[in-house]
Nanobody
Framework: QVQLVESGGGLVQAGGSLRLSCAASGRTFSSYAMGWFRQAPGKEREIVASISWSVGTTYYSDSVKGRFTISRDNAKNTVYLQMNSLKPEDTGIYYC??????????????WGQGTQVTVSS
């Protein structure tokens, strides 16, 4: 069993930055691909970024490529999402996800409770 707890969300002006953190419990954290998903108001949840469990191969959605950076620290059981040049359309609830050796668009079986990110124009 793995528990994921996100932190770092908040209100920021367009062009600003935020750094999300996801702390994971459980000894198998380093065996999972990890990802960040978001759900904007009135929209379905979508994948934003993911990182593999071993060599740290990353994936980014087209909408955040070049602005967001995902990273992980297996020693600390933590995954991060550095978000720069934020836009109002980045507003939503951001969820940490893991639980599978390879990340898919549907995500792994473990989800955090979500953290709100609001970008004002």
């Amino acid at each position: 069993q793995v528990q994921l707890v996100e932190s770092g969300g908040g209100l920021v002006q367009a062009g600003g930055s935020l750094r999300l953190s996801c702390a994971a419990s459980g000894r198998t954290f380093s065996s999972y691909a990890m990802g960040w998903f978001r759900q904007a108001p009135g929209k379905e949840r979508e994948i934003v970024a993911s990182i593999s469990w071993s060599v740290g191969t990353t994936y980014y959605s087209d909408s955040v490529k070049g602005r967001f950076t995902i990273s992980r620290d297996n020693a600390k059981n933590t995954v991060y999402l550095q978000m720069n040049s934020l836009k109002p359309e980045d507003t939503g609830i951001y969820y940490c996800n893991g639980g599978a050796p390879i990340m898919t668009l549907a995500g792994g079986k473990y989800w955090g409770q979500g953290t709100q990110v609001t970008v004002s124009s």
